[in-house]
């Protein structure tokens, strides 16, 4: 069956600007999260949506990131004003929704920032 | 805070030989612990995972860990490597209290493996 899904693979924006990088769960996930991950570095957690609502937000790093999932489903992650330091790949996972259950993992999106 | 420690950045091993990635943990009670594997271009792909029970936990691949909650502890190992296995090994910790549903990784081992 499909996976997690994530466009564009690829983002080159320069300083300043505005990026939306979008995410597509596993079918009937109600879970979906963000992770960042720089190089040399594990997935560091962004935020955490269980149905249309973000549960936990604790891991955004500051106002120019800002998560939402609409219906349920689709997540958009939006960064305003980017910032060299945002250069990483952005990891999306869904999953089922409980505590024990698997997170499935996209491809990522690797935006750099000029 | 939950933290986790993979204290070897790189590891080389022959193809056929034996493998262990450790592993390090540090959380108030029993977490959740999962291995995920990344290989270039992909994405992460959970090997095995530990929730209760039986302490040596079997994954795909030919892959196992074992939890040693005296020693915040949960190593990966293979009994013979595959050229194919060369990728980067994750190690994460799950909150299983509250409504905390994020993982915190470790920072990843890298494994090579020699022809």
């Known amino acids: 069956g499909a996976g997690v899904s994530q466009t564009p693979s690829n983002k080159v924006t320069e300083k300043g600007k505005y990026v939306e990088l979008r995410c597509d769960p596993i079918?009937?996930?109600?879970?979906l999260y963000w992770y960042r991950q720089s190089l040399g570095q594990g997935p560091e957690f962004l935020i955490y949506f269980q149905g249309t609502g973000a549960a936990d937000d604790s891991g955004l790093p500051n106002d120019r990131f800002f998560a939402v999932r609409p219906e349920g489903s689709v997540s958009t992650l939006k960064i305003q004003r980017t910032e060299r330091g945002d250069s990483a790949v952005y990891l999306c996972?869904?999953?089922?929704?409980?505590?024990?259950?698997?997170?499935?993992f996209g491809p990522g999106t690797r935006l750099t920032v000029l | 805070a939950q933290s986790v420690t993979q204290p070897d950045i790189h590891i080389t091993v022959s193809e056929g030989a034996s493998l262990e990635l450790r592993c390090n943990y540090s959380?108030?009670?029993?977490?959740?612990l999962f291995w995920y594997v990344q290989s270039p271009g992909q994405g992460l792909q959970l090997l095995l995972k530990y929730f209760s029970g039986d302490t040596l936990v079997q994954g795909i691949k030919g892959f196992e860990a074992e939890f040693k909650r005296s020693q915040s502890s949960f190593n990966l190992r293979k009994p013979s490597v595959h050229w194919s296995d060369a990728a980067e090994y994750f190690c994460a910790v799950g909150d299983r209290s509250g409504s905390a549903r994020q993982l915190t990784f470790g920072s990843g081992t890298q494994l090579t493996v020699l022809p």
């Open positions: 079918s009937g996930h109600t879970a």
């Open positions: 996972a869904s999953s089922l929704g409980g505590a024990n259950n698997e997170q499935f």
């Open positions: 959380y108030g009670a029993t977490p959740y």
